[in-house]
Protein backbone atom coordinates (compact mmCIF):
# COMPACT_ATOMS: atom_id res chain seq x y z
CA UNK A 1 0.00 0.00 0.00
CA UNK A 2 1.60 3.27 -0.76
CA UNK A 3 2.08 5.90 2.12
CA UNK A 4 -0.27 8.70 2.69
CA UNK A 5 1.22 11.88 1.26
CA UNK A 6 1.53 14.00 4.17
CA UNK A 7 0.26 17.82 2.46
CA UNK A 8 0.78 20.86 4.33
CA UNK A 9 -3.02 21.59 5.09
CA UNK A 10 -4.49 17.91 5.45
CA UNK A 11 -6.88 18.47 8.08
CA UNK A 12 -7.93 22.12 7.59
CA UNK A 13 -11.18 22.59 6.83
CA UNK A 14 -11.20 23.97 3.09
CA UNK A 15 -12.11 27.35 2.08
CA UNK A 16 -15.04 27.94 0.40
CA UNK A 17 -14.78 27.99 -3.52
CA UNK A 18 -15.46 31.72 -4.66
CA UNK A 19 -19.42 31.80 -5.89
CA UNK A 20 -19.95 34.01 -8.87
CA UNK A 21 -23.72 34.32 -10.64
CA UNK A 22 -24.41 34.40 -14.23
CA UNK A 23 -26.88 36.28 -13.27
CA UNK A 24 -28.85 38.27 -11.24
CA UNK A 25 -31.80 36.02 -10.11
CA UNK A 26 -35.28 37.01 -8.99
CA UNK A 27 -34.58 36.42 -5.28
CA UNK A 28 -31.29 38.73 -5.31
CA UNK A 29 -34.27 41.34 -6.80
CA UNK A 30 -36.49 41.19 -3.53
CA UNK A 31 -33.83 41.44 -1.24
CA UNK A 32 -32.12 44.59 -2.64
CA UNK A 33 -34.94 46.49 -4.47
CA UNK A 34 -36.01 48.64 -1.24
CA UNK A 35 -32.65 50.18 -1.40
CA UNK A 36 -32.17 51.05 -5.08
CA UNK A 37 -33.00 54.52 -5.80
CA UNK A 38 -35.58 55.65 -8.26
CA UNK A 39 -33.47 56.42 -11.19
CA UNK A 40 -31.99 52.97 -11.34
CA UNK A 41 -35.28 52.14 -12.58
CA UNK A 42 -34.68 53.83 -16.05
CA UNK A 43 -31.09 53.84 -16.48
CA UNK A 44 -29.77 51.77 -19.89
CA UNK A 45 -26.97 49.87 -20.38
CA UNK A 46 -24.44 51.30 -23.16
CA UNK A 47 -24.40 48.85 -26.69
CA UNK A 48 -21.01 49.42 -26.89
CA UNK A 49 -19.47 48.69 -23.45
CA UNK A 50 -22.12 45.55 -23.77
CA UNK A 51 -20.11 44.54 -26.91
CA UNK A 52 -16.47 45.10 -25.41
CA UNK A 53 -16.37 41.27 -23.92
CA UNK A 54 -17.02 39.96 -27.27
CA UNK A 55 -15.31 42.13 -30.01
CA UNK A 56 -12.07 42.15 -27.70
CA UNK A 57 -11.49 38.07 -28.57
CA UNK A 58 -9.07 38.16 -31.58
CA UNK A 59 -11.11 36.13 -34.26
CA UNK A 60 -13.62 38.90 -34.41
CA UNK A 61 -13.54 41.91 -36.31
CA UNK A 62 -15.24 44.88 -34.63
CA UNK A 63 -16.79 47.83 -36.42
CA UNK A 64 -18.57 48.36 -33.38
CA UNK A 65 -16.57 50.73 -31.19
CA UNK A 66 -15.56 54.15 -31.65
CA UNK A 67 -12.18 53.19 -31.21
CA UNK A 68 -9.00 54.84 -32.65
CA UNK A 69 -6.27 53.15 -33.72
CA UNK A 70 -3.81 53.42 -30.90
CA UNK A 71 -1.05 51.00 -32.54
CA UNK A 72 -0.27 54.08 -34.87
CA UNK A 73 1.26 55.89 -31.46
CA UNK A 74 5.04 55.26 -31.72
CA UNK A 75 5.90 53.30 -28.45
CA UNK A 76 9.24 55.06 -28.09
CA UNK A 77 7.94 57.63 -27.91
CA UNK A 78 5.51 56.72 -25.27
CA UNK A 79 8.61 55.28 -23.46
CA UNK A 80 10.66 58.55 -23.86
CA UNK A 81 7.36 60.30 -22.61
CA UNK A 82 6.51 58.23 -19.67
CA UNK A 83 10.54 58.29 -18.37
CA UNK A 84 10.57 61.73 -18.46
CA UNK A 85 7.91 62.14 -16.59
CA UNK A 86 9.18 59.35 -13.98
CA UNK A 87 12.52 61.47 -14.07
CA UNK A 88 11.90 64.47 -13.39
CA UNK A 89 8.32 65.12 -12.47
CA UNK A 90 7.69 61.62 -10.56
CA UNK A 91 6.25 62.77 -7.38
CA UNK A 92 4.17 65.47 -8.79
CA UNK A 93 2.75 63.02 -11.60
CA UNK A 94 1.34 60.46 -8.65
CA UNK A 95 -0.30 63.28 -6.30
CA UNK A 96 -3.81 64.67 -6.47
CA UNK A 97 -4.33 67.98 -9.09
CA UNK A 98 -6.43 70.67 -8.68
CA UNK A 99 -9.85 69.88 -9.89
CA UNK A 100 -10.02 72.42 -13.29
CA UNK A 101 -6.89 70.67 -14.07
CA UNK A 102 -2.96 71.49 -14.66
CA UNK A 103 -2.41 75.12 -16.67
CA UNK A 104 0.34 73.10 -19.12
CA UNK A 105 -2.80 70.90 -19.97
CA UNK A 106 -5.33 74.05 -20.58
CA UNK A 107 -2.52 75.34 -22.69
CA UNK A 108 -2.93 72.19 -24.75
CA UNK A 109 -6.06 72.12 -25.20
CA UNK A 110 -5.99 75.73 -26.55
CA UNK A 111 -3.76 74.70 -28.80
CA UNK A 112 -6.00 71.83 -30.24
CA UNK A 113 -9.13 74.39 -30.50
CA UNK A 114 -7.38 77.07 -32.03
CA UNK A 115 -7.15 74.75 -34.73
CA UNK A 116 -11.18 75.31 -35.79
CA UNK A 117 -10.48 78.98 -34.62
CA UNK A 118 -11.24 78.92 -31.06
CA UNK A 119 -9.36 81.01 -28.85
CA UNK A 120 -10.70 80.48 -25.51
CA UNK A 121 -8.74 81.67 -22.27
CA UNK A 122 -6.99 78.82 -20.16
CA UNK A 123 -8.88 80.10 -16.87
CA UNK A 124 -12.28 78.97 -18.85
CA UNK A 125 -11.39 75.63 -19.26
CA UNK A 126 -12.23 72.58 -17.05
CA UNK A 127 -10.11 69.01 -17.39
CA UNK A 128 -12.38 66.03 -17.16
CA UNK A 129 -11.77 62.31 -17.34
CA UNK A 130 -12.87 61.75 -20.96
CA UNK A 131 -15.80 63.42 -22.93
CA UNK A 132 -17.80 60.69 -21.54
CA UNK A 133 -17.46 62.40 -18.51
CA UNK A 134 -18.31 65.64 -19.52
CA UNK A 135 -21.71 64.86 -20.78
CA UNK A 136 -22.43 63.74 -17.20
CA UNK A 137 -21.16 66.30 -15.45
CA UNK A 138 -23.30 68.92 -17.63
CA UNK A 139 -26.70 66.59 -17.25
CA UNK A 140 -25.74 66.30 -13.92
CA UNK A 141 -25.34 70.04 -13.38
CA UNK A 142 -28.66 70.91 -15.00
CA UNK A 143 -31.31 68.34 -15.70
CA UNK A 144 -33.88 67.45 -12.83
CA UNK A 145 -36.12 64.31 -13.40
CA UNK A 146 -38.76 65.04 -16.52
CA UNK A 147 -36.78 68.22 -17.25
CA UNK A 148 -36.92 68.55 -21.44
CA UNK A 149 -33.32 68.42 -23.66
CA UNK A 150 -33.65 68.33 -26.82
CA UNK A 151 -30.86 66.41 -29.54
CA UNK A 152 -30.83 64.53 -32.70
CA UNK A 153 -32.15 61.13 -33.74
CA UNK A 154 -30.09 59.74 -33.95
CA UNK A 155 -27.82 60.33 -31.12
CA UNK A 156 -24.22 59.97 -29.72
CA UNK A 157 -25.70 56.39 -28.14
CA UNK A 158 -23.36 57.14 -24.92
CA UNK A 159 -24.97 59.91 -24.27
CA UNK A 160 -28.33 58.58 -24.19
CA UNK A 161 -27.64 56.21 -20.94
CA UNK A 162 -26.68 59.45 -19.51
CA UNK A 163 -29.61 61.22 -20.46
CA UNK A 164 -32.15 58.12 -19.00
CA UNK A 165 -30.18 57.95 -15.70
CA UNK A 166 -30.94 61.84 -14.91
CA UNK A 167 -34.65 60.65 -16.16
CA UNK A 168 -34.81 63.37 -18.83
CA UNK A 169 -37.00 64.25 -21.42
CA UNK A 170 -35.29 62.96 -24.36
CA UNK A 171 -36.94 64.73 -27.53
CA UNK A 172 -35.04 63.82 -30.41
CA UNK A 173 -35.34 65.92 -33.79
CA UNK A 174 -34.79 64.95 -37.49
CA UNK A 175 -31.98 65.02 -39.35
CA UNK A 176 -30.99 64.96 -43.00
CA UNK A 177 -27.67 65.33 -45.07
CA UNK A 178 -27.21 68.68 -43.65
CA UNK A 179 -27.69 67.66 -39.72
CA UNK A 180 -30.36 68.73 -37.33
CA UNK A 181 -33.01 69.93 -38.05
CA UNK A 182 -33.30 73.30 -36.97
CA UNK A 183 -37.08 73.58 -37.60
CA UNK A 184 -37.89 70.84 -35.70
CA UNK A 185 -36.17 72.38 -32.77
CA UNK A 186 -37.87 75.50 -33.32
CA UNK A 187 -41.30 73.32 -33.46
CA UNK A 188 -39.90 71.29 -29.95
CA UNK A 189 -38.70 74.68 -28.53
CA UNK A 190 -42.80 76.14 -28.76
CA UNK A 191 -44.67 72.70 -28.28
CA UNK A 192 -42.64 72.34 -24.96
CA UNK A 193 -43.23 76.77 -24.23
CA UNK A 194 -47.17 76.22 -25.00
CA UNK A 195 -47.23 73.64 -22.02
CA UNK A 196 -45.27 76.42 -20.04
CA UNK A 197 -41.72 74.44 -20.20
CA UNK A 198 -38.42 75.25 -21.57
CA UNK A 199 -35.31 72.57 -22.21
CA UNK A 200 -32.76 72.79 -20.23
CA UNK A 201 -30.38 72.16 -23.23
CA UNK A 202 -29.41 71.41 -27.05
CA UNK A 203 -27.33 68.91 -27.47
CA UNK A 204 -25.38 68.28 -30.87
CA UNK A 205 -22.43 66.67 -32.57
CA UNK A 206 -22.75 68.58 -35.43
CA UNK A 207 -19.22 68.17 -37.00
CA UNK A 208 -18.97 63.96 -38.86
CA UNK A 209 -21.85 63.43 -36.23
CA UNK A 210 -21.74 60.21 -34.31
CA UNK A 211 -23.18 58.23 -35.43
CA UNK A 212 -24.80 59.17 -38.43
CA UNK A 213 -21.69 61.03 -40.13
CA UNK A 214 -23.18 63.73 -41.32
CA UNK A 215 -22.28 67.27 -40.57
CA UNK A 216 -24.12 70.22 -40.01
CA UNK A 217 -24.49 72.74 -42.40
CA UNK A 218 -22.81 76.59 -42.20
CA UNK A 219 -26.34 77.74 -42.69
CA UNK A 220 -28.09 75.74 -39.97
CA UNK A 221 -25.28 76.40 -37.73
CA UNK A 222 -25.75 80.01 -37.63
CA UNK A 223 -29.17 79.61 -37.52
CA UNK A 224 -29.21 77.08 -34.71
CA UNK A 225 -26.79 79.64 -32.56
CA UNK A 226 -29.34 82.17 -33.29
CA UNK A 227 -32.42 80.31 -32.03
CA UNK A 228 -30.51 79.37 -28.36
CA UNK A 229 -29.90 83.03 -28.29
CA UNK A 230 -33.70 84.53 -29.19
CA UNK A 231 -35.35 81.33 -26.68
CA UNK A 232 -32.40 81.38 -23.97
CA UNK A 233 -31.64 78.05 -24.23
CA UNK A 234 -28.26 76.21 -23.99
CA UNK A 235 -26.53 74.68 -26.29
CA UNK A 236 -23.92 71.67 -25.88
CA UNK A 237 -21.65 71.24 -28.32
CA UNK A 238 -19.83 67.56 -28.57
CA UNK A 239 -16.67 67.73 -31.11
CA UNK A 240 -14.77 64.91 -30.61
CA UNK A 241 -13.69 64.24 -34.43
CA UNK A 242 -13.56 67.98 -35.55
CA UNK A 243 -10.04 67.39 -36.19
CA UNK A 244 -10.40 64.27 -38.24
CA UNK A 245 -12.07 65.76 -41.78
CA UNK A 246 -11.27 63.94 -44.81
CA UNK A 247 -11.93 66.00 -47.48
CA UNK A 248 -14.20 69.02 -47.88
CA UNK A 249 -14.14 72.78 -46.11
CA UNK A 250 -14.34 73.11 -42.34
CA UNK A 251 -17.19 74.45 -40.70
CA UNK A 252 -16.81 76.67 -37.95
CA UNK A 253 -17.79 74.94 -34.33
CA UNK A 254 -21.14 76.45 -32.65
CA UNK A 255 -18.93 77.38 -29.77
CA UNK A 256 -16.92 80.35 -32.07
CA UNK A 257 -20.29 81.76 -33.58
CA UNK A 258 -21.78 82.04 -29.99
CA UNK A 259 -18.63 83.16 -28.45
CA UNK A 260 -19.38 81.15 -25.29
CA UNK A 261 -22.29 82.67 -24.47
CA UNK A 262 -25.06 80.09 -24.49
CA UNK A 263 -22.61 77.20 -26.26
CA UNK A 264 -21.28 74.60 -23.59
CA UNK A 265 -18.24 73.00 -25.41
CA UNK A 266 -17.20 69.86 -24.90
CA UNK A 267 -13.69 68.13 -26.83
CA UNK A 268 -11.39 65.21 -26.00
CA UNK A 269 -8.43 64.08 -26.76
CA UNK A 270 -9.83 60.58 -27.45
CA UNK A 271 -9.81 60.77 -31.35
CA UNK A 272 -6.76 62.53 -31.58
CA UNK A 273 -4.49 60.88 -29.39
CA UNK A 274 -5.72 58.27 -26.74
CA UNK A 275 -8.61 57.50 -25.22
CA UNK A 276 -6.83 55.34 -22.83
CA UNK A 277 -5.40 58.98 -21.09
CA UNK A 278 -9.06 59.88 -20.20
CA UNK A 279 -8.81 63.75 -20.66
CA UNK A 280 -11.28 65.53 -22.02
CA UNK A 281 -12.75 69.38 -21.90
CA UNK A 282 -15.42 71.27 -20.57
CA UNK A 283 -16.20 75.17 -21.68
CA UNK A 284 -19.26 77.37 -20.46
CA UNK A 285 -20.48 80.02 -19.04
CA UNK A 286 -18.97 80.86 -16.01
CA UNK A 287 -22.23 80.82 -13.66
CA UNK A 288 -23.17 76.96 -15.19
CA UNK A 289 -19.16 76.07 -14.72
CA UNK A 290 -18.88 76.47 -10.99
CA UNK A 291 -21.66 74.48 -10.40
CA UNK A 292 -20.00 71.97 -13.02
CA UNK A 293 -16.84 72.13 -11.18
CA UNK A 294 -18.68 71.73 -8.24
CA UNK A 295 -20.38 68.24 -9.73
CA UNK A 296 -16.45 66.99 -10.71
CA UNK A 297 -15.52 67.54 -7.30
CA UNK A 298 -17.80 65.13 -5.69
CA UNK A 299 -17.44 62.48 -8.38
CA UNK A 300 -13.73 62.17 -8.46
CA UNK A 301 -11.92 64.87 -7.26
CA UNK A 302 -9.58 65.33 -10.26
CA UNK A 303 -8.60 64.06 -13.49
CA UNK A 304 -5.46 62.01 -13.33
CA UNK A 305 -2.35 63.88 -12.62
CA UNK A 306 -0.32 61.11 -14.61
CA UNK A 307 -2.59 61.41 -17.10
CA UNK A 308 -2.01 65.23 -17.88
CA UNK A 309 1.48 64.66 -17.72
CA UNK A 310 1.75 62.65 -20.08
CA UNK A 311 -0.54 65.14 -22.82
CA UNK A 312 1.48 68.18 -21.58
CA UNK A 313 4.85 65.76 -22.69
CA UNK A 314 3.49 64.82 -25.78
CA UNK A 315 2.51 68.31 -26.96
CA UNK A 316 6.06 69.28 -25.39
CA UNK A 317 7.66 67.60 -28.66
CA UNK A 318 6.09 69.74 -31.44
CA UNK A 319 4.90 66.92 -33.13
CA UNK A 320 1.37 66.46 -32.44
CA UNK A 321 -0.69 68.46 -35.52
CA UNK A 322 1.76 65.39 -37.58
CA UNK A 323 0.44 62.99 -35.50
CA UNK A 324 -3.20 63.79 -36.28
CA UNK A 325 -2.12 64.34 -40.00
CA UNK A 326 -1.18 60.91 -40.12
CA UNK A 327 -4.20 59.79 -38.88
CA UNK A 328 -6.55 61.62 -41.04
CA UNK A 329 -4.62 59.65 -43.58
CA UNK A 330 -5.10 56.62 -42.82
CA UNK A 331 -8.67 56.42 -41.63
CA UNK A 332 -9.55 58.42 -44.86
CA UNK A 333 -8.25 55.35 -46.69
CA UNK A 334 -10.44 53.01 -43.92
CA UNK A 335 -13.30 54.87 -44.68
CA UNK A 336 -12.99 54.65 -48.80
CA UNK A 337 -12.40 51.05 -47.95
CA UNK A 338 -15.77 50.65 -46.04
CA UNK A 339 -17.58 52.72 -48.51
CA UNK A 340 -16.54 50.84 -51.42
CA UNK A 341 -17.26 47.56 -49.56
CA UNK A 342 -20.83 48.54 -49.07
CA UNK A 343 -21.74 48.82 -52.31
CA UNK A 344 -20.47 45.68 -53.31
CA UNK A 345 -21.96 43.71 -50.89
CA UNK A 346 -25.10 45.50 -49.02
CA UNK A 347 -28.65 45.24 -51.22
CA UNK A 348 -30.32 47.58 -53.61
CA UNK A 349 -32.28 48.58 -51.01
CA UNK A 350 -29.90 49.31 -48.29
CA UNK A 351 -28.45 53.35 -48.29
CA UNK A 352 -25.20 54.42 -46.12
CA UNK A 353 -24.63 58.35 -45.47
CA UNK A 354 -20.75 59.39 -47.05
CA UNK A 355 -19.38 60.99 -44.04
CA UNK A 356 -16.22 63.76 -44.89
CA UNK A 357 -14.60 62.72 -41.66
CA UNK A 358 -15.27 61.14 -38.32
CA UNK A 359 -15.48 57.56 -37.40
CA UNK A 360 -18.58 56.40 -38.88
CA UNK A 361 -20.82 55.68 -41.35
CA UNK A 362 -24.97 55.12 -40.60
CA UNK A 363 -26.17 52.43 -43.07
CA UNK A 364 -30.01 52.09 -42.96
CA UNK A 365 -31.04 48.28 -44.22
CA UNK A 366 -34.64 47.86 -45.72
CA UNK A 367 -37.83 47.81 -42.32
CA UNK A 368 -37.77 44.16 -42.52
CA UNK A 369 -34.91 43.64 -41.38
CA UNK A 370 -34.43 44.56 -37.04
CA UNK A 371 -30.48 45.10 -36.47
CA UNK A 372 -30.60 43.87 -33.22
CA UNK A 373 -30.97 40.38 -34.46
CA UNK A 374 -28.59 40.52 -37.42
CA UNK A 375 -25.98 41.69 -35.00
CA UNK A 376 -27.06 37.85 -32.91
CA UNK A 377 -26.44 36.19 -36.08
CA UNK A 378 -23.50 38.40 -37.70
CA UNK A 379 -21.51 37.55 -34.06
CA UNK A 380 -21.98 34.05 -35.14
CA UNK A 381 -19.99 35.24 -38.35
CA UNK A 382 -16.88 36.88 -36.14
CA UNK A 383 -18.28 40.38 -37.06
CA UNK A 384 -20.03 42.91 -34.71
CA UNK A 385 -21.43 46.47 -35.57
CA UNK A 386 -23.95 49.09 -32.87
CA UNK A 387 -27.66 48.36 -33.87
CA UNK A 388 -29.35 51.53 -34.59
CA UNK A 389 -32.07 51.53 -31.76
CA UNK A 390 -29.48 52.28 -29.44
CA UNK A 391 -28.76 56.02 -30.78
CA UNK A 392 -32.72 56.20 -29.76
CA UNK A 393 -34.76 56.43 -26.56
CA UNK A 394 -37.90 55.72 -28.27
CA UNK A 395 -37.58 52.12 -30.40
CA UNK A 396 -36.39 54.15 -33.48
CA UNK A 397 -33.46 52.75 -35.68
CA UNK A 398 -34.16 48.99 -35.73
CA UNK A 399 -33.38 48.77 -39.77
CA UNK A 400 -30.27 50.85 -39.10
CA UNK A 401 -26.64 50.23 -37.67
CA UNK A 402 -23.46 52.22 -36.96
CA UNK A 403 -20.45 51.32 -38.78
CA UNK A 404 -16.71 52.09 -37.51
CA UNK A 405 -13.66 52.79 -40.36
CA UNK A 406 -11.28 53.56 -37.80
CA UNK A 407 -10.72 50.47 -35.59
CA UNK A 408 -9.82 48.15 -38.04
CA UNK A 409 -7.27 47.77 -40.87
CA UNK A 410 -8.52 48.22 -44.85
CA UNK A 411 -8.56 44.17 -45.18
CA UNK A 412 -10.75 43.63 -41.89
CA UNK A 413 -13.03 46.60 -42.87
CA UNK A 414 -13.60 44.96 -46.36
CA UNK A 415 -14.05 41.22 -44.96
CA UNK A 416 -15.92 42.83 -42.35
CA UNK A 417 -18.59 44.09 -44.69
CA UNK A 418 -18.34 41.27 -46.91
CA UNK A 419 -19.75 38.86 -43.46
CA UNK A 420 -22.32 41.64 -42.46
CA UNK A 421 -23.73 41.30 -46.37
CA UNK A 422 -24.14 37.58 -46.17
CA UNK A 423 -25.86 37.56 -43.43
CA UNK A 424 -28.25 40.62 -44.65
CA UNK A 425 -28.13 38.98 -47.77
CA UNK A 426 -29.66 35.53 -45.73
CA UNK A 427 -32.71 37.87 -44.39
CA UNK A 428 -33.09 39.22 -47.50
CA UNK A 429 -34.20 36.18 -49.13
CA UNK A 430 -36.14 34.53 -46.07
CA UNK A 431 -37.99 37.55 -46.38
CA UNK A 432 -38.89 37.06 -50.15
CA UNK A 433 -39.22 33.72 -49.87
CA UNK A 434 -42.16 34.37 -47.05
CA UNK A 435 -43.56 37.24 -48.44
CA UNK A 436 -43.23 36.36 -52.32
CA UNK A 437 -41.75 39.97 -52.77
CA UNK A 438 -39.48 39.93 -55.12
CA UNK A 439 -35.67 41.49 -53.69
CA UNK A 440 -32.28 42.76 -55.17
CA UNK A 441 -29.61 41.12 -53.44
CA UNK A 442 -26.29 42.67 -52.93
CA UNK A 443 -25.26 44.23 -56.30
CA UNK A 444 -22.73 42.36 -58.52
CA UNK A 445 -18.68 43.33 -57.79
CA UNK A 446 -17.88 46.13 -59.05
CA UNK A 447 -14.00 47.04 -60.19
CA UNK A 448 -11.47 47.71 -56.81
CA UNK A 449 -10.91 51.88 -57.07
CA UNK A 450 -7.60 52.27 -57.49
CA UNK A 451 -5.15 53.33 -54.31
CA UNK A 452 -5.46 56.71 -53.77
CA UNK A 453 -8.78 57.11 -56.59
CA UNK A 454 -11.94 58.29 -56.10
CA UNK A 455 -13.83 55.48 -54.45
CA UNK A 456 -17.14 54.26 -55.91
CA UNK A 457 -19.94 56.33 -56.01
CA UNK A 458 -22.53 55.41 -52.78
CA UNK A 459 -25.91 56.11 -51.80
CA UNK A 460 -26.73 58.43 -49.01
CA UNK A 461 -29.53 57.28 -46.53
CA UNK A 462 -31.91 59.65 -44.80
CA UNK A 463 -30.10 59.88 -41.84
Not at 105 to 126: N, R, S
Not at 179 to 203: N, Q, S, T
Not at 337 to 352: D, G, I, T, V
Amino acid sequence: MAEPVDEPNAGRPKAPAPHRRAHTSARDLERYAGLFAARTQVMRSSAMRDLMAITARPEVISLAGGLPDTSTFPPESFAAQMTRIAQESSAAALQYGPTEGFERTKECIAQVMAVEGMHPETEDILVTTGGQQAIDLIAKTLIDPGDPVICEGPTYPGAVPVFCSYQAETIQVGMDEDGMRVDEVAAAIDALAAEGRRPKFIYSVPTFQNPAGVTLSAERRHALVALARERAVLLVEDNPYGMLRYEGEPRDPLYKLDGGDYVVYIGTFSKILSPGIRVGWILAPPPVMEKIVLGKQATDLCTSTLTQYFVAEFFGQGRWREYVESLVGLYRTRRDAMLESLERHFPAEANWTRPEGGLFVWATLPDYIDTSDLLARALRENVAFVPGAAAFVDGRGGSSMRLNFSGSTAEEIREGIRRIGRVVDEQVSLYGTSTGHRTVLASPPAPEAPDGGDVIPFRKADA
